[in-house]
């Protein structure tokens, strides 16, 4: 099992200004950080990233959003990084998010939901790639 996981905080999130308190409520909950990153996707960057969605409904205001202003792009690492972070962010849905968990506190809707984060080990390694150099990790 791998130790890393990759996060994205989304453009609803960081619009409203909730970056630092998503950020703090991460480190405290034990994942440090590894990569950091203050950016905003192309429309063909976040078409990429989440291609495994291309045939949803969903994917064009998927991208469409993504691409709506700055996101916080970051490789995070605990002990079970990819489980550990997924039960910290949350149901997909926030209304289904336990209370306490970051879309619970954070989210808007389904669509809009604050965070990303890795679903396997395999994939945090590919979207971590997508966004940082070996230069750009520690
Ligand atoms: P993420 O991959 O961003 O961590 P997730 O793994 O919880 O989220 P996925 O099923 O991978 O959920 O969906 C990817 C993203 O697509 C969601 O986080 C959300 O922004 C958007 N999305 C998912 N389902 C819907 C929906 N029914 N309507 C609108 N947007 C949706
Ligand atoms: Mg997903």
Redesign the pocket.
């Known amino acids: 099992m791998s130790n890393r996981t990759f996060t994205m905080i ?1 453009p609803d999130a960081t619009s409203k200004g909730y970056t630092g308190a998503i950020l703090d409520q991460i480190i405290k909950s034990g994942f440090s950080i590894k990569a950091l990153k203050w950016t905003k996707l192309t429309p063909s960057q976040a078409g990429e990233f ?1 291609a495994v ?1 291309s045939e ?1 409904a ?1 994917y064009g ?2 991208v469409e ?1 993504m691409c709506s202003g700055p996101i916080i792009a970051a490789i995070l690492e605990k002990e079970n990084a990819v489980s550990d972070f997924r039960k910290l ?1 949350g ?2 849905n926030p209304a289904n998010a336990e209370e306490g968990t970051i879309r619970k506190k954070f989210a808007t809707s ?4 604050a ?3 890795s ?1 396997s080990d395999e994939n945090a390694t590919i979207e971590g790639d997508f966004f940082f150099s070996k230069l750009e990790r520690f």
Do not use: S, W
Request: proline share 0%; aromatic share 16%; glycine share 6%.
């Open positions: 989304k989440y969605h949803r969903f205001e998927l959003y962010i149901a997909t389904i669509a809009e939901n965070v990303h984060g679903d």
